[in-house]
């Protein structure tokens, strides 16, 4: 348990080693720490803002799924009113062309009426004129007796 | 044990002999009757009287070659994982490194308030290298000493914290840096805080540097004392419970639970031991950096 020249060899190899740590591995080795934090530190930052983000996009997506609910509907209702709308105006289209239809068929009816009433009308007055004829045995001049039969058949 | 006639008392005082080289005076007899030549010679010291005989021009090579080893040892730990130090995900050995530098950067920052590139680094040698050498405590006593015999060294005290050579080789290494930094920070106002504290009075200026000088020097005394101090009492339990192997086949059994009792409380010891001496030197350096 002598104090010797020990103590001066330790007192240079404190030095050496404190030296030696302090230049080559307490630098680099508390960098990297450092760094490795920081790292860490950022990726939390990013996490948290990521999920901020994400809450942010759902609640728009929501937003965004009612506004197209209630522009759907809209457009559904409006699709509604038009197919009634045709319908309402078919009918009426429908409607008109009947009555123009009957309007013609019965013009036509009245038409065919009239022409009929007008050739029996006619045969009328022949057949007047060859019975009388045959009554009276002789020829009856036409023309003297046109007026009358003319007047008989408007008669009919 | 070594020899056959040994008694308990040689066991001890063999295993707490360094193994010691220096330069012993002329004239001196040695132990086998032959006279040291005029100058002296540089021999190997035959038992404690040489080693006594020598003085200061002596070494312990044992205590040296441990202390630089288990040095190089911190060193080159340390510096391996610094070499590949990234900021990617660390693993095994480069986890456990950092999570010692994590814990003295912790303590450094709780206690050091100034800015100073050293503090850190210095207290993380401390703090491993006395770590290290307080293990030395743990391998059993006769083992590395034993081994060595057979190779022809006589001596070997294989814990460097046990020789107060080491201890306060460390503690006046921060002395060194207390007054460095004490002179550099302050100036002259160390001088001055020296000279008149805690009197202020010009006439107690004698006193006051009496009384500063004495608490200066209290720092280092009290560090390796106490370092020295534990660990010395710490080998000494374990040589004795060492020695009580050797009292008989019924001693076998509480020897052995007193052995392996001592080395779990040890283990606590040896780290808070160089935790404590740790934590002083930064307390230490962190007064000579406060500026009154």
């Known amino acids: 348990m002598n104090i010797n020249l020990t103590l001066i060899g330790q007192v240079i190899a404190f030095f050496g080693f404190v030296w030696f740590c302090m230049k080559f591995v307490w630098p680099p080795i508390i960098a990297a720490m450092h760094e490795r934090e920081k790292k860490i530190a950022d990726g939390l930052a990013a996490a948290d803002r990521a999920s901020h983000d994400l809450e942010l996009a759902q609640e728009k997506a929501l937003e965004r799924l009612k506004e197209a609910k209630h522009e759907a509907s809209g457009i559904v209702d409006s699709a509604n009113k038009r197919a009634n709308q045709i319908v309402e105006e078919a009918k009426v289209a429908a409607k008109t062309e009947a009555e123009r239809v009957k309007a013609s068929a019965q013009a036509e009816i009245d038409q065919e009426t009239n022409r009929a009433r007008e050739a029996l009308r006619s045969q009328v007055a022949a057949l007047t004129m060859a019975g009388a004829e045959k009554v009276l045995g002789a020829t009856i001049d036409h023309d003297a007796h046109a007026d009358l039969v003319e007047k008989l058949a408007a008669e009919l | ?292």
Request: negative net charge; proline residues 4%; without cysteine.
């Open chain 2, 1 to 292: 044990m070594a020899g056959e006639n040994q008694t308990v008392s040689d066991y001890i005082v063999h295993h707490l002999t360094n193994l010691t080289y220096g330069k012993l005076p002329e004239g001196y007899e040695r132990y086998d009757g032959s006279i040291v030549a005029d100058g002296g010679a540089w021999v190997m010291a035959h038992g404690g009287t040489e080693a006594a005989a020598m003085g200061f021009t002596a070494i312990h090579v044992d205590s040296m070659v441990w202390s630089i080893g288990l040095g190089i040892v911190f060193s080159w730990m340390f510096y391996s994982v610094a070499k590949k130090a990234s900021s990617g995900v660390p693993s095994g050995f480069v986890n456990a490194i950092e999570m010692i530098v994590q814990f003295v950067d912790n303590t450094v920052r709780d206690t050091f308030h100034g800015r100073n590139p050293l503090i850190a680094p210095l207290s993380l040698t401390i703090f491993v290298w006395i770590f290290l050498m307080n293990l030395m405590d743990l391998v059993p006593v006769d083992l590395v000493p034993e081994l060595l015999m057979l190779l022809g060294v006589e001596y070997q005290k294989i814990v460097p914290s046990t020789d107060p050579n080491i201890t306060f080789g460390l503690s006046i290494g921060v002395l060194i840096l207390i007054l460095y930094y004490s002179i550099k920070v302050k100036g002259f106002g160390f001088a001055k805080e020296l000279a008149l504290n805690p009197f202020n009075h010009p006439l107690f200026i004698p006193v006051n540097l009496f009384m500063e000088i004495v608490g200066l020097l209290a720092k280092p005394f009290s560090l390796a004392l106490r370092l020295f101090g534990n660990m010395y009492a710490g080998e000494m339990i374990f040589i004795l419970i060492a020695a009580l192997f050797s009292a008989g086949l019924a001693w076998m059994v509480p020897a052995g639970f007193l052995q392996i009792g001592w080395a779990i409380f040890h283990i606590l010891v040896i780290t808070l031991q160089a935790f404590i001496f740790m934590v002083l030197t930064i307390v230490y350096l962190s007064m000579a950096h406060e500026d009154h």
